[in-house]
Structure formats: C-alpha cells, structure tokens
C-alpha cells in the first residue's frame, strides 16, 4: 500500500508563501495536489509526471503555484506565492502509478493523502 505523507500548511497572510510538500512510500508515475473548500468539489491544483518534465496547474493558481519533483525522494513540492483568502482550503497529495496518455488533470488518482489545511488570512 503506498502511503503519502504530506507537510506544510498552516496560517499565512494575504501575499504570503507556502511550500507544501508530499513525500511517498515508493516512485510513482504521477504526483499533485488537489484542493477543498468545504460544501465544494475537490478542485484539482497541479501534477507533475514522474522525470519532472511535464506539469499541469489550473488556470486559478497558473503564475503563483509551482509544483516541482524530487525523484530520488520521491517527494513532490507545490510552492504557493501572491497567496489569497481564496487559496484557502484543504490540500491532498495525490499519486497514481498508471502510465496513461492524458493529461495529469484529468488523471485517476489512485492514492490520496490526508491532508494539509491551508489558510490565508490576516
């Protein structure tokens, strides 16, 4: 069973930064975040493939959220600048193991981590 493991999270002001990070149990092909407001659906954030070459982010968070890829750790990191009130939410590490040719945004997520709250506000 792979197991995720996410840190990070917590309180920041409007404008702030935040690295949240995800550390799996084994290498897996696909790596990213999906976030939660509560009452809403899950919204996917971004995912990275598993050499690091190919990544994908939601038009909400394009130029203020980089997610980027240890491999050798098999951790993957979503930093989060310009963060605003509506950034708030909980974020899930998600990973899958299943080499298909569709984009990371629409990709079936087999393992889900717990997790991490994240909000902004002053």
């Known amino acids: 069973q792979v197991q995720l493991v996410e840190s990070g999270g917590g309180l920041v002001q409007p404008g702030g930064s935040m690295r949240l990070s995800c550390e799996a149990s084994?290498?897996?092909?696909?790596m990213g975040w999906y976030r939660q407001v509560p009452g809403e659906d899950r919204e996917f954030v971004a995912a990275?493939?598993?050499?690091?070459?190919?990544?994908y982010s939601s038009d909400s968070i394009k130029g203020r959220f980089t997610i980027s890829r240890d491999g050798p750790k098999n951790t993957v990191h979503l930093q989060m600048n310009s963060l605003t009130s509506e950034d708030t939410a909980v974020y899930y590490c998600?990973?899958?193991?299943?080499?298909?040719?569709?984009?990371?945004?629409?990709?079936?997520?087999?393992?889900w981590g717990q997790g991490t709250q994240v909000t902004v506000s002053s």
């Open positions: 990275i493939n598993w050499s690091g070459d190919a990544t």
């Open positions: 084994s290498r897996l092909y696909a």
């Open positions: 998600v990973a899958g193991n299943r080499m298909l040719t569709i984009s990371l945004s629409s990709y079936p997520y087999d393992y």
